[in-house]
């Protein structure tokens, strides 16, 4: 069996980076670029950050931010409308997983108009043609979406969320500028840093895990539990710090695939459009419980990860049990809610039968069923 490595072509980190777009741009020739944001960012100025530079160079440029947090199949055709009416040859993606995942599903469809249905691109789609040329910008710490090759949209139709895999959508280009970070308020900043972390542990105990997965998941790891809390705090070191650990998880996930607590997660902001980080974290802790007898030795290295000591002297047991604890500790401080007042036990079969048919559920470590899902979901419910 042989295993892949798909990365971004090229990355930029650190304080500043967003200065690079411009001279990117010139350099591949881009004519017009349809800028993909979404509508919070455009009214408080951060998108302004980017087009400020994109108009002192004298690139044209259209904006496009009919964006929901969770997007949606609709979202997508609009913006593949807007695209085609403006005659843009590049996109430059600016948000969190929102405006990313949206830039994905556009960038596709332009460059493969076979899947203009949107629906189709679930699961592994037969794309022939990489998506238009992007530059990816996050504005939160947390989805990696500017160097995974999955994005989700929500069919509002059906009520669910469905995932794509798609190594034809990953961005050219990241910038991954923590100033662009600087305005996340508190709970956004905590809630797309367990999903951070939600994807560094469910990529290093996936089934597909292995040796270079592994080296960006534990590191990811560490860096979220060093960073997290101050970063809520918006101290810039620790801002810095998330804004790596996100892309460093989102190198190894995006290649190994993720587990049950993300497939669950996406049902819930399906149904009930709880955030999607806040769902990651509700449902982290109970599903490493649920898992942990299946991942061998690795949760005392995600213990160690997370800082806690002694781990070496600890039984099997008792390692597993720091592991999940310095996880809900975590949680707990960054004032991530442990329940879920929406989940309602009629909705239980068919909020099971949407988790266990995602696209996430077969790289858990543990095998599921239906009726073992329904019983997790009991554990997040008030």
Known sequence: ??????????????????????????????????????????????????????????????????IKPNPTIENVRDGVAAFKECGADSIVAIGGGSSMDTAKAIGVIITNPEFEDVRSLEGVAPTKN????????????????????????????????FVCVDEHDIPEVAIVDPDMMSSMPKGLTAATGMDALTHAIEGYTTKAAWEMTDM????????????????????????????????????????????IAHSIAHTLGAHYDTPHGVACAMMLPIVMEYNQDFTGEKYREIARAMGVEGVDSMSVEEYRKAAVDAVKQLSKDVGIPEKNDRVRPEDLDRLAQD????????????????????????????
């Open 355 to 382: 988790a266990f048919d995602d696209a996430c559920r077969p790289g858990n470590p543990r095998d599921t069923s239906v009726e073992e899902l329904k019983e997790l979901y009991k554990k997040v419910m008030v």
């Open 1 to 66: 069996m042989s295993n892949r490595i798909i990365l971004n072509m090229v990355s930029h980190h650190g304080k500043g980076a967003v200065k690079e777009i411009p001279v990117i741009a010139k350099t591949k020739g881009f004519s017009h670029i349809f800028v993909c944001t979404d509508p919070d960012l455009l009214k408080f100025g951060v998108t302004k950050k980017v087009t400020d530079l994109l108009d002192e160079a004298g690139i044209a440029y259209t904006v496009y931010s009919h």
């Open 216 to 259: 960006f998941h534990l590191e990811a790891i560490r860096l979220i539990a060093k960073n997290l809390r101050g970063a809520v705090e918006n101290i810039p070191e620790n801002r810095e710090g998330m804004a790596l650990a996100q892309y460093v998880a989102g190198m190894g996930f995006s290649n190994v695939g993720l587990g």
């Open 130 to 161: 990489h998506a238009v040329p992007t530059i990816a910008v996050p504005t939160t710490a947390g989805t990696a979406a500017e160097v995974t090759i999955n994005y989700v949209i929500t069919d509002v139709e059906k009520e669910r969320k």
